[in-house]
């Protein structure tokens, strides 16, 4: 058996999938949300289903262009896109953080022309969660008001009674056990003989934010064991860490992989950085949760942080035995932008083989990144 086409990894490269049809064909409600920062959990108490906002697949941003400028993150207008074209009208709820300038301002144009349009029978509500930008204790207590403020709204929007403990815990029970399957899964990829390749993790962690937890957790458990039966993959490639922008497409991992690579490791959203630590189930549930989001390892939207990931990611090297490290931003991103040339540097002064790059968020040039990507292979030794 191998992952060739199997169907939860399949789940990945569209926007809906069947798991979700069946979810709101039981009139159950599916919640949008573009951040990590957004704690899951809280939804999944609250009897629903998180949906991770993505555009994979989607390549057009002519309607984009009406109402944003082009300098802004490619992967936000092609959400903006997607929204203007229906894509995401299965949602029941959208929430929106100032993660970055360019998504917050998407809870703007959800509400001015998305929800406005025609086929939008009734507005769904929207909610806003404002993160602090640095890690320390007045930031933490902060963001743990905002949780208790979208805890109270989630009640007063949607469920009309509390959200109490039980469901709390059963929700991190639920998601402890997501994140460490998905942790054993992302281990087979930094053996000495990977597992499986990057392409596949990705799809692997884009499908996970699509469906409901529990299929999720038993899809995960059957792949894993898929995994662990299957050949080792060739060691004779380069072995790269992928860090930067979000990535929700494979047509871009697998440029990577296809030049002569595999990506043992990476640094994103939609990767090891949102599996990392699990939530206590000892104490203040609700506190728990929140700490886990905000402490966890965090991503340059977090200023003074730096060190911290910098730290993380050389003990990856080490742990994966990276060859190579790709950093790549979305263009317009200035936050991945600024923390790729540090750690360029860095990593040039330890003598650590890095590429820079600058991508669409959609493939389009594909002859210009190959060319890159297989003169950086050239140049590991
Ligand atoms: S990179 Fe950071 S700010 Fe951007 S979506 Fe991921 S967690 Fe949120
Ligand atoms: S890729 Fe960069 S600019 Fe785009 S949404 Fe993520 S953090 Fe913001």
Same mark, same amino acid.
């Given at each position: 058996?191998? $992952?060739?086409?199997?169907?939860? $990894?399949?789940?990945?490269?569209?926007?809906?999938?069947?798991?979700?049809?069946?979810?709101?064909?039981?009139?159950?409600?599916?919640?949008?949300?573009?951040?990590?920062?957004?704690?899951?959990? $809280?939804?999944?108490?609250?009897?629903?289903?998180?949906? +991770?906002? #993505?555009?994979?697949g989607h390549e057009l941003d002519e309607l984009a262009d009406i109402y944003m400028v082009r300098f802004t993150c490619g992967f936000v207008r092609l959400t903006l896109d997607l929204a203007l074209r229906g894509g995401y009208d299965?949602?029941?709820?959208?929430?929106?953080?100032?993660?970055?300038?360019?998504? #917050? #301002?998407?809870?703007?144009?959800?509400? $001015?022309?998305?929800?406005? #349009?025609?086929?939008i029978k009734q507005k769904p509500p929207q909610f806003y969660v404002a993160l602090p930008h640095v890690i320390n204790e007045d930031g933490f207590e902060w963001y743990l008001d905002e949780i208790k403020l979208l805890k109270e709204q989630i009640e007063q929007e949607y469920t009309l009674k509390e959200i109490d403990n039980s469901q709390l815990k059963e929700a991190i029970k639920i998601y402890n056990e997501n994140r460490s399957l998905l942790r054993e899964i992302y281990n087979l990829r930094t053996l000495d003989n990977p597992k499986l390749t990057g392409s596949e993790f990705l799809q692997i962690s884009m499908a996970n934010?699509?469906?409901?937890?529990?299929i999720a957790n038993n899809e995960l458990r059957r792949i894993l064991e898929i995994i662990k039966n299957s050949k080792d993959l060739s060691n004779n490639r380069k072995r790269i860490m992928l860090v930067g922008s979000v990535v929700d497409?494979?047509?871009f991992t697998k440029l990577v992989e296809d030049s002569g690579a595999i990506i043992v490791s990476d640094f994103l959203c939609f990767g090891e950085r949102n599996i990392l630590d699990d939530?206590?189930?000892?104490g203040d549930l609700l506190e728990n949760i929140a700490k886990r989001t905000y402490y966890r390892m965090s991503c340059p939207r977090m200023m003074d942080d730096h060190k911290k990931r910098y730290d993380f990611l050389l003990?990856?090297?080490? +742990?994966a035995k990276v060859d190579g490290v790709i950093l790549q931003r979305i263009n317009n991103c200035d936050l991945h932008g600024c923390e790729n040339m540090l750690l360029e540097h860095e990593l040039k002064d330890l003598g650590i083989p890095s590429l820079n790059i600058d991508r669409e968020a959609f493939l389009t040039d594909t002859t210009r990144l190959q060319t890159r990507i297989e003169a950086f292979y050239e140049m590991i030794k």
């Amino acid at each position: 058996m191998s $992952l060739t086409n199997d169907k939860f $990894l399949n789940i990945s490269n569209s926007i809906k999938n069947s798991y979700l049809d069946e979810w709101k064909n039981n009139k159950k409600k599916v919640l949008g949300y573009y951040c990590t920062y957004i704690p899951e959990e $809280l939804f999944y108490a609250a009897g629903f289903l998180p949906y +991770r906002i #993505r555009a994979t697949g989607h390549e057009l941003d002519e309607l984009a262009d009406i109402y944003m400028v082009r300098f802004t993150c490619g992967f936000v207008r092609l959400t903006l896109d997607l929204a203007l074209r229906g894509g995401y009208d299965f949602l029941d709820g959208l929430f929106i953080t100032n993660c970055c300038d360019h998504a #917050r #301002r998407m809870y703007e144009l959800y509400d $001015l022309v998305v929800f406005k #349009r025609k086929e939008i029978k009734q507005k769904p509500p929207q909610f806003y969660v404002a993160l602090p930008h640095v890690i320390n204790e007045d930031g933490f207590e902060w963001y743990l008001d905002e949780i208790k403020l979208l805890k109270e709204q989630i009640e007063q929007e949607y469920t009309l009674k509390e959200i109490d403990n039980s469901q709390l815990k059963e929700a991190i029970k639920i998601y402890n056990e997501n994140r460490s399957l998905l942790r054993e899964i992302y281990n087979l990829r930094t053996l000495d003989n990977p597992k499986l390749t990057g392409s596949e993790f990705l799809q692997i962690s884009m499908a996970n934010t699509s469906v409901p937890k529990e299929i999720a957790n038993n899809e995960l458990r059957r792949i894993l064991e898929i995994i662990k039966n299957s050949k080792d993959l060739s060691n004779n490639r380069k072995r790269i860490m992928l860090v930067g922008s979000v990535v929700d497409n494979i047509n871009f991992t697998k440029l990577v992989e296809d030049s002569g690579a595999i990506i043992v490791s990476d640094f994103l959203c939609f990767g090891e950085r949102n599996i990392l630590d699990d939530v206590d189930l000892n104490g203040d549930l609700l506190e728990n949760i929140a700490k886990r989001t905000y402490y966890r390892m965090s991503c340059p939207r977090m200023m003074d942080d730096h060190k911290k990931r910098y730290d993380f990611l050389l003990k990856e090297i080490e +742990r994966a035995k990276v060859d190579g490290v790709i950093l790549q931003r979305i263009n317009n991103c200035d936050l991945h932008g600024c923390e790729n040339m540090l750690l360029e540097h860095e990593l040039k002064d330890l003598g650590i083989p890095s590429l820079n790059i600058d991508r669409e968020a959609f493939l389009t040039d594909t002859t210009r990144l190959q060319t890159r990507i297989e003169a950086f292979y050239e140049m590991i030794k």
